[in-house]
């Protein structure tokens, strides 16, 4: 069965405090890592996407990785507004998108 | 810039009772997805459309039926609704298979 886990579940952070969040996952084929990022009361929104063991894409404060395994997205020096649920996601298939539980993260001033 | 668009934004039912949630995107894509989101579990796909005029099951469909209306438009109905259908129900769009989704804002229905 395919399984994507989040770790930690939740993580509090100081202002300029770097860390990172793992998604692991056991697929039978992965089309694609997504991370998604959510507010409170909001969809998902798009952050990356990666396809292949040793892929790396950056956005601003974020950089998500991938190996064979498993995902990290790494936060370098956050702020209060990345303060938010963040979502891994793989593709296995047609149409099949299997959901992480989410990471929370609160980074405080 | 709308992009992804659901109403209501919160409602409740009581057990037995039926209702429709509505979705549209102005993006132009072909697929349209709903998926419900609860406590502890990640987002679970309930239906898909892959394009106008077809839909599928995803991995929770018992108790909900769509209609792609067409192209911009993909609702999701609860015939009978049940206390465990208590959820967020997101709608979501996307161009090809499961890239980059575009998720609405949410509906958080409760059933009493």
């Known amino acids: 069965e395919d399984q994507v886990t989040q770790s930690p579940e939740a993580l509090r952070l100081q202002e300029g405090e770097s860390s990172s969040l793992n998604c692991s996952y056991t697929v039978s084929g992965l089309r694609g890592l997504f991370w998604y990022r959510q507010d409170p009361g909001k969809g998902p929104e798009f952050l990356f996407t990666?396809?292949?063991a040793g892929e790396e894409k950056e956005k601003e404060r974020l950089k998500a990785t991938l190996t064979k395994k498993e995902s990290f997205l790494h936060i370098t020096a956050p702020k209060p507004e990345d303060s938010a649920t963040y979502l891994c996601?793989?593709?296995?298939?047609?149409?099949?998108?299997?959901f992480g539980t989410g990471t929370r993260l609160l980074v405080s001033p | 810039n709308a992009g992804v668009t659901q109403t209501p934004k919160f409602q409740v039912l009581k057990t037995g009772q039926s209702m429709t949630l509505q979705c549209a995107q102005d993006m132009n894509h072909n697929s349209m997805y709903w998926y419900r989101q609860d406590p502890g579990m990640g987002l679970r796909l309930i239906y898909y459309?892959?394009?106008?005029?077809?839909?599928d099951k995803g991995e929770v469909p018992n108790g909900y039926n769509v209609s792609r209306l067409n192209k911009r438009e993909f609702s999701l109905r609860l015939e009978s609704a049940a206390p465990s259908q208590t959820s967020v129900y997101f709608c979501?769009?996307?161009?090809?298979?499961?890239?980059?989704?575009?998720f609405g804002s949410g509906t958080q229905l409760s059933v009493l």
């Open positions: 990666l396809y292949s």
């Open positions: 979501a769009s996307g161009l090809v298979n499961n890239e980059k989704l575009f």
């Open positions: 996601a793989v593709n296995t298939g047609f149409q099949k998108l299997v």
């Open positions: 459309s892959a394009s106008e005029g077809t839909t």
